[in-house]
């Protein structure tokens, strides 16, 4: 699950970061609520952390900033500010949950797994395509019901060409989407990636699903 980090402090965002990795989350962080909201606008998160006390824009200014639609993000805000009003205000602005620093990691993850299991709007669940299913929750894929071995990048390119289908995504695109915007991976490893997708797919019986788009980039039609 792409998720979006919104946290001032650089040792707690440090932190956070790399703990949401090893959970299995793609992450992107900023450090002030400008850059959150051109985050927001440039990629599309399933989950966001977000802090209140920003620089330049606040966290309530962030949530305000968010579209309503099927696209808008479940919003997890984790804060210093512990009193009702607080909680009521976020809540009110757009938030889907709140969480009061200190805290602990393992109930941080906790929540953020009951957000990502309330479906975003008009989006299923569980996307399928014929044989295949993929299923987010579960982190698993499987043709016909059974298994798809996939690695968690080949998981996440093949949920992002579902989700998407009819859109051909390039090489960069796929790489930001799925390994976050600050990776140090070349874009010429998507080409390995969906080398790999494809003959796990084509073992499977489905050869052909994801197509080449010459220019374009790669899609499931």
């Not at 639609?69 to 210093?80: D, E, H, I, K």
């Not at 757009?94 to 797994?113: M, N, Q, T, W």
């Not at 008009?122 to 299923?135: E, F, I, R």
């Not at 093949?158 to 991976?185: K, M, N, P, Y």
Request: contains cysteine; neutral net charge; proline residues 5%.
């Amino acid at each position: 699950m792409k998720l979006l980090l919104v946290e001032d402090s650089e040792r707690l965002r440090t932190t956070l970061q790399h703990g949401l990795r090893g959970a299995g989350f793609t992450v992107d962080a900023a450090a002030d609520g400008i850059e959150a909201k051109g985050f927001l606008a440039s990629y599309d998160y399933e989950l966001v952390v977000l802090d209140l006390m920003l620089p330049r824009l606040d966290g309530l200014g962030v949530l305000r900033s968010m579209p309503s639609g099927g696209r808008r993000p479940r919003v997890l805000v984790l804060s210093a500010r512990d009193q009702v009003r607080d909680r009521i205000e976020a809540l009110n602005a757009g938030a889907d949950d709140y969480l009061v620093k200190p805290f602990a990691f393992d109930e941080l993850i906790a929540r953020l797994h009951a957000l990502a299991r309330r479906p975003l709007q008009a989006q299923p669940v569980v996307l399928s395509h014929g044989a295949l299913a993929w299923d987010p929750l579960a982190h698993c894929a499987s043709v016909d019901g059974q298994p798809l071995p996939l690695t968690p990048r080949e998981f996440a390119v093949l949920g992002l060409l579902l989700r998407h289908r009819g859109r051909a995504f390039t090489r960069q695109e796929i790489l930001e989407r799925t390994a976050g915007s600050d990776t140090e991976v070349s874009d010429r490893s998507v080409e390995v990636l969906v080398f790999g997708l494809r003959r796990k797919l084509d073992a499977a019986g489905l050869a052909g699903l994801i197509e080449t788009r010459r220019g374009a980039g790669y899609l499931i039609p």
